[in-house]
């Protein structure tokens, strides 16, 4: 492990060992909806098989345009109608409520129809037009291609698909590779869609790769392990509590299952995203737990591929043990070392200038500023005048904004568990009601 997680994680550590012994005691539904569009409306959209720039495209009303890097176009009216010089690839009449525009939507095709032969030929063009031949980054239509079919008035067919090679000078990708590419985008959209993130998020996830740094990549696999600590350290706790008598602790149900749920959510779509396994990582040192592609209800909780992590899991779980007052003080401690963790990583991911990830460690920041002063409130009311605060510098920030938008409601004291979704016991079964 790199050296500056492994101490940002010991000085916690130490932290919550000294503490211990002081103790007295989101296709989506979403997705095929369209957006309404009037003449004063302008409705914008993303062309994709990834993100597919320097496409022709004109509105209904005659205004015309190229897509941009991010394969964004935007018009006032629809249809509107994409091009690659007077190649006509398709037209489309609506607008998905997530904006994206695949190959299957222009030509009027559900987003499952990826094996039509229209699509897959399309898609092949596509990404052998890419100036890079790295369609993962996004697919920018070279110069050349367009240029081939200048003085052109053809429209798009599966049949004619060598004819069109032949004419840019292109060497296909085999039709398994666009298959491939295609459906790991489709699948890709549609895991954001049902994650239901905010939508400054979900804009941001969809835009083309960045080069990420070996850093940026175990920052991604660190913060995913550190978001899961928090919502399998906050369920354990409540179910602990409840099941000894001492009562619900509303604030660690409801920002699991409400808000730390979604920040899983999140790095699982950023690693998803760029591809990402156990050997794109350095960090890990503990057997892979194929957590990638599985839903946060069916994780193993409180098992971890970083050691640090599971060490410091069994150390912050033993102290919320010991009564309701540490079981709160623990939330203290572990959203604020979030804030610190994230405040270093989001400098970190600017150095990749993965903006994308900025985005969404700027949400997952926020949310723990939420839940800090949920924390900090529920000690409060429970009579500790100082609140985190009583915990030491370490854990006063009276400087934390407390109006932010990281979480769904942030006032989680006043929320009742059984307004939520049961808990789980790490094996995908649910607990509570049903």
């Given amino acids: 492990m790199k050296k500056i997680q492994t101490n940002r994680v010991i000085a916690l550590s130490l932290a919550s060992a000294a503490l211990i012994l002081s103790a007295c005691g989101s296709s989506s539904d979403d997705a095929t909806s369209t957006v309404p569009t009037t003449a004063t409306t302008i409705t914008s959209g993303q062309l994709v098989d990834n993100y597919v ?114 004419e840019a000078n292109l060497t296909l ?20 869609n049902n994650a239901k993130l905010p939508t400054t998020v979900s804009g941001s996830l969809f835009t083309p790769q960045s080069t990420l740094t070996q850093e940026a990549k175990d920052t991604l696999s660190y913060m995913g392990n550190e978001e899961r600590l928090a919502h399998d350290v906050y369920l354990e706790l409540y179910n602990y509590h409840v099941a000894n008598g001492d009562g619900e602790i509303v604030e660690l149900f409801n920002i699991a299952t409400n808000s730390e749920t979604t920040h899983i959510e999140t790095v699982q779509s950023l690693i ?65 070392t979030d804030i610190e963790d994230l405040s270093q990583d989001i400098q970190r991911v600017k150095d990749s200038n993965a903006t994308d990830i900025e985005t969404a460690f700027e949400f997952l920041r926020n949310g723990s500023y939420s839940h800090y002063w949920s924390f900090d409130k529920g000690l409060k009311d429970m009579g500790i005048t100082d609140g985190c605060c009583s915990l030491g510098e370490t854990y006063c920030h009276p400087e934390y904004p407390q109006d932010t938008k990281g979480s769904a409601n942030s006032d989680y004291s006043n929320m009742q568990p059984s307004d939520q979704v049961a808990p789980h016991d790490g094996t995908g079964a649910r607990k509570g009601r049903q």
């Fill in 173 to 192: 990708v085999t039709q398994d590779a666009a298959t491939r590419h295609l459906k790991q985008t489709v699948e890709f959209v549609e895991d954001v």
């Fill in 272 to 336: 998803n995203k760029y591809d990402l396994n156990t050997s794109s990582f350095s960090n890990i040192d503990l057997p892979e737990l194929g957590y990638k592609d599985t839903t946060v209800a069916n994780m193993t909780m409180g098992t971890y591929d970083i050691a640090a992590i599971q060490n410091l899991h069994d150390a912050l779980l033993a102290k919320g043990k010991e009564s309701k007052q540490a079981a709160l003080e623990v939330g203290c401690m572990v959203e604020v």
């Fill in 53 to 166: 720039a320097n496409v022709d495209y004109i509105c209904a009303d005659g205004t015309t345009g190229v897509t941009d890097e991010n394969g964004s176009f935007s018009c006032t009216t629809l249809p509107v109608i994409f091009s690659i010089g007077g190649l006509q690839l398709g037209k489309i009449k609506i607008i998905a409520q997530d904006r994206q525009v695949f190959p299957q939507d222009l030509l009027d095709l559900n987003r499952t129809d990826i094996n039509n032969s229209d699509v897959l030929a399309m898609a092949q063009f596509l990404q052998s037009s890419d100036d890079d031949n790295n369609p993962r980054n996004g697919i920018r239509v070279r110069a050349t291609v367009k240029n081939a079919f200048q003085d052109t008035n053809l429209s798009f067919t599966a049949q004619d698909l060598d004819y069109y090679a032949t």
